[in-house]
């Protein structure tokens, strides 16, 4: 597969080393063009080094090739990583001042865009037009992560990690070695779907939280096939690590009662609500305004008193028995493990029963088990049904259409 690599002007540029490194070790033909100011972050020798392939930023290098046109021609993909905000206004507006905006616009391959920059810069109108206008336009834009940004700065505009860029580059392309994006029959067009993703954190204090392990990446495979299936789908994110999935509305959270508010609200008038994300059981009942100090407590005995947390979904249930609509449909999970008490599935079926979901996915947890891995097993309950049927070892993509497979007859 012959990959154009557009390299933006910003701190991350380092991380597309490792981007590169993946598409080479991997057989893939990589030409590197950064921008002039991207060099300023890593330089051409590195580039060259890493591609095997002399670089440059500017059309006249090797004019004679006409490497503005024929770069751009001959790609299968272009994927641009990171891409500044000034990289994605230029490209919006059909600039052609280097040698990577004209590679964009004779591109007629997938192209993708992997947006790197402060939070207030991505959030900015200006920014989120020019995101809207590309994907209009064909472009596959990725949602940036969250987390550590540039100094101090912590939130939306870090880059994914390569790992994860470079199973998005495959999946637009339906590689072997990555989920399938080969056309499918669209059974949920007109469906509006929520799906909650990622591990909620109650704050102890302003440093500190109560968590879990969960990364969300079975909640986001769950909402890119809907979406790919023809859904409208809201996506409500607690923590979650990987990117999210185009075409998909987002709303972030970060407790369970900020989850619950979220998910209530977006549930009126949707079909479906699968809830994949990992919410705290318990929460502290009071959260310190500054942060816990080892001094104030002497014995090394730090107390903490905790509440517990709503059960979303059996309040779920309960609004729509209220109703008396049979709507949403409501997929509930259940990450168990297996005690003095019960196994796995003996504690999945008690909290089927609880909750009052229509379906329910129960897959085991523990160290290395579930939480961040690309593949799982799991076991689908059915309401009204003692059949039990097991998904896996797969991964997660792969779960996430057999779910579907499941819900989508069951809708009428």
């Known amino acids: 597969m012959r990959v154009v690599l557009g390299v933006g002007g910003g701190i991350a540029a380092y991380k597309a080393c490792s981007l590169l490194r993946l598409f080479t070790e991997n057989g893939h033909d990589v030409t590197v063009v950064p921008t002039a100011s991207a060099l300023q972050f890593v330089g051409a020798p590195t580039w060259s080094a890493l591609s095997g392939k002399p670089v440059s930023t500017d059309v006249w290098t090797s004019v004679h090739e006409v490497p503005h046109v024929r770069i751009g021609q001959s790609a299968d993909l272009v994927v641009v990583a990171p891409a500044t905000a000034d990289l994605l ?10 040698l990577l905006t004209n590679t964009l616009l004779t591109a007629r391959c997938p ?15 200006a920014t989120q037009a ?26 939306a505009g870090r880059l994914p990690e390569p790992e994860e860029l470079y199973a998005a580059c495959l999946a637009l392309l339906g590689g072997a070695e990555a989920p399938s994006t080969a056309p499918r029959e669209l059974d ?29 990446k079975q909640g986001v495979a769950i909402a890119r096939a809907a979406a790919e299936r023809g859904a409208k789908v809201t996506l409500v994110a607690a923590n979650i690590s990987v990117p ?29 609500v699968v809830m994949a994300a990992a919410p705290a059981d318990f929460r502290p009942v009071t959260v ?25 979904v059996r309040g779920l249930v309960a609004a729509r028995d209220a109703r008396g609509t049979g709507s949403p449909f409501i997929v509930s999970f259940a990450a168990e493990t297996g005690d003095a008490h019960g196994t796995v599935m003996e504690h999945a079926r008690a909290k089927f029963g609880r909750k009052g979901s229509d379906l329910q996915v129960v897959n085991e947890v523990g160290p290395d088990l579930t939480f961040g891995k690309d593949e799982t097993t799991v076991h689908l309950l059915r309401r009204g049904s003692d059949e039990v049927t097991t998904v896996g070892p797969a991964s997660k993509d792969v779960v996430a259409d057999a779910l579907w497979d499941t819900v989508s007859p069951l809708l009428g």
């Open 244 to 272: 999210v999935p185009e075409g998909v509305d987002i709303e972030r959270v970060e407790t369970t009662l900020e989850l619950q508010q979220a998910v209530e609200a977006a549930a009126d008038g949707a079909d479906v």
């Open 188 to 216: 949920l067009v007109g469906r509006r779907v929520v799906v909650t993703a990622g591990g909620t954190r109650e704050p102890l204090d302003p440093v500190r939280f109560l968590g879990n392990r969960s990364s969300g």
């Open 288 to 312: 310190s305004d500054s942060k816990i100090k080892k001094s104030t407590h002497p014995e090394g005995a730090l107390q903490v008193e905790l509440v517990e947390n709503p059960d979303i």
């Open 111 to 125: 192209v993708a865009f992997a947006p790197a920059m402060h939070t207030e810069m991505w959030e900015h109108p």
């Open 130 to 155: 020019n995101v809207a206008t590309l994907r209009s336009r064909g472009a596959h834009v990725i949602e940036p992560a969250v987390g550590r940004l540039t100094g101090k700065d912590t939130g």
């Open 89 to 98: 206004a230029r490209a919006a507006h059909g600039l052609a001042d280097d």
